[in-house]
């Protein structure tokens, strides 16, 4: 399984972006990138993913380096509620369907 | 539409006793996984089946426990003779479809069952 590296721990303040790096170096060409959080007691959420491209949705912003190996995840105006731990996670597009879970990066956001 | 359901939230169980932990997927959802997150640790992969099949178990323990996901009901992952060591979150996910278009392929996950062993 391709591995991904993340900060352990980032801080950051309520209304402000947050960009939540990720390190990927050994990606292949047909991995696709997945960013999954969980809040505290619950189970996890997905988040967004992309391939190649810069991607948005309602939740966040993915930006994908040009060479594949990082990828940033952008909160655009962080609240409370979005304190969590982001996971980065590599997923094939064939072959095993397990997500793999790092660390992660536990966000913690200041009133 | 109802989100993957877990039950119970909460189980306390002696060393020795059997722990069953239900999992009721989304509607439409026909694949199922089972992930454990130990207390202080990272969330890993245990099993992941299909209606009456076990597709990966790669990350099951080689004892003790078994999961099925039968035609008709819920999931069902079951931890015989628990230890304390089995004391941990277990979250299952559900999805529509595996090795589709991507955006089919995202797990969606329950609120899980807070294992307790005394």
């Known amino acids: 399984d391709a591995k991904t590296t993340q900060p352990n721990s980032m801080e950051s303040n309520e209304e402000e972006p947050v960009h939540l790096p990720c390190n990927h170096s050994?990606?292949?060409?047909?991995?696709?990138i997945h960013w999954y959080r969980q809040l505290p007691s619950q189970g996890p959420e997905y988040v967004i993913h992309g391939l190649t491209s810069n991607v948005n949705n309602r939740m966040a912003s993915l930006a994908i380096a040009e060479d594949r190996k990082s990828s940033t995840l952008i909160l655009h105006r962080a609240t409370l509620r979005d304190a969590a731990v982001y996971y980065c996670i590599l997923r094939p597009i064939q072959g095993a369907q397990k997500l793999v879970f790092g660390q992660g990066t536990r966000l913690t956001i200041n009133p | 539409n109802a989100g993957v359901m877990q039950n119970p939230r909460h189980l306390v169980r002696r060393r020795g006793q059997e722990a069953r932990l239900r999992c009721s997927p989304m509607k439409g959802h026909s694949h199922v996984y089972w992930y454990r997150q130990l207390p202080e640790e990272g969330l890993k992969f245990m099993v992941y089946?299909?209606?009456?099949?076990?597709?990966?178990e790669s990350g099951m323990p080689k004892e003790r426990f078994s999961a099925e996901f039968p035609k008709e009901g819920p999931s069902i992952l079951r931890i015989q003779q628990v230890v304390r060591g089995d004391s941990a979150a277990y979250f299952c996910a559900s999805s529509p479809l595996a090795g589709g278009p991507l955006a089919k392929n995202i797990q969606y996950f329950g609120a899980g069952t807070r294992l307790s062993v005394l």
């Open positions: 050994t990606i292949s060409g047909t991995d696709y």
């Open positions: 089946l299909q209606k009456e099949n076990i597709i990966d």
